[in-house]
Antibody, heavy 130, light 111 residues
Framework: QVQLVESGGGVVQPGTSLRLSCAASGFTLSSYGMHWVRQAPGKGLEWVAVIWFDGSNKYYGDSVKGRFTVSRDNSKNTVSLQMNSLRAEDSALYYC???????????????????????WGQGTTVTVSS | QSVLTQPPSASGTPGQRVTISCSGSSSNIGINSVNWYQQLPGAAPKLLISNNNQRPSGVPDRFSGSKSGTSASLAISGLQSEDEADYYCAVWDDGLNGPVAFGGGTKLTVL
């Protein structure tokens, strides 16, 4: 079945780095863009980053721009989020989520813009604390 | 502070119809499609409505979405106890804060 499994979370000190992974199964990852979304304890959803199906475009939220990097390896069915210079406010449950439409050709941007996130993982927890 | 404004709470009784609003601007809802997510307690979010008013497979037709100008709404008819959850609107924002914005979320209570 279609599934996303996040890993790599943990407890780290401020200023350090962490790399999250998202393993995809049950579908062709190379046809889908992927998002990262986070949720601090008791708070709402915050969008973090998106990467196009082929890695050609990447966008980031203002709060992580310049510190986080999203990447993908379609041959290994994985998407990653490299998080540097971590801060206490980065503590959250991190979800990866699939763009809600498969790329079949043409301009990709409308699919990402209009079709949301249709498959979500269960998340991995990141805690930044001294 | 989110660029999308949702009421923090909503409530209704079983069988009732409730609506949740999402207010944005000309750089987001005004030009792009709105998606809605349901998050049950302790669970990951689930896509409820995509592209303003499309229900993914498996989503009951009790849920519907609409958009007008720079605002959008999620309507739930025939309210059921299992609908008690947090609901979020989301949209691509072509403004300075972009590109994806979530509303602050609405906690729906079934009385």
């Amino acid at each position: 079945q279609v599934q996303l499994v996040e890993s790599g979370g943990g407890v780290v000190q401020p200023g350090t780095s962490l790399r999250l992974s998202c393993a995809a199964s049950g579908f062709t990852l190379s046809s889908y863009g992927m998002h990262w979304v986070r949720q601090a304890p008791g708070k709402g959803l915050e969008w973090v980053a998106v990467i196009w199906f082929d890695g050609s475009n990447k966008y980031y939220g203002d709060s992580v721009k310049g510190r986080f990097t999203v990447s993908r390896d379609n041959s290994k069915n994985t998407v990653s989020l490299q998080m540097n210079s971590l801060r206490a406010e980065d503590s959250a449950l991190y979800y990866c989520a699939r763009v809600g439409a498969r790329y079949t050709g043409g301009w990709y941007r409308p699919l990402v813009v209009n079709y949301g996130m249709d498959v979500w993982g269960q998340g991995t927890t990141v805690t930044v604390s001294s | 502070q989110s660029v999308l404004t949702q009421p923090p709470s909503a409530s209704g009784t079983p069988g009732q119809r409730v609506t949740i609003s999402c207010s944005g601007s000309s750089s987001n809802i005004g030009i792009n499609s709105v998606n809605w997510y349901q998050q049950l307690p302790g669970a990951a979010p689930k896509l409820l409505i995509s592209n303003n008013n499309q229900r993914p497979s498996g989503v009951p037709d009790r849920f519907s979405g609409s958009k007008s100008g720079t605002s959008a709404s999620l309507a739930i008819s025939g309210l059921q106890s299992e609908d008690e959850a947090d609901y979020y609107c989301a949209v691509w924002d072509d403004g300075l804060n972009g590109p994806v914005a979530f509303g602050g979320g609405t906690k729906l209570t079934v009385l």
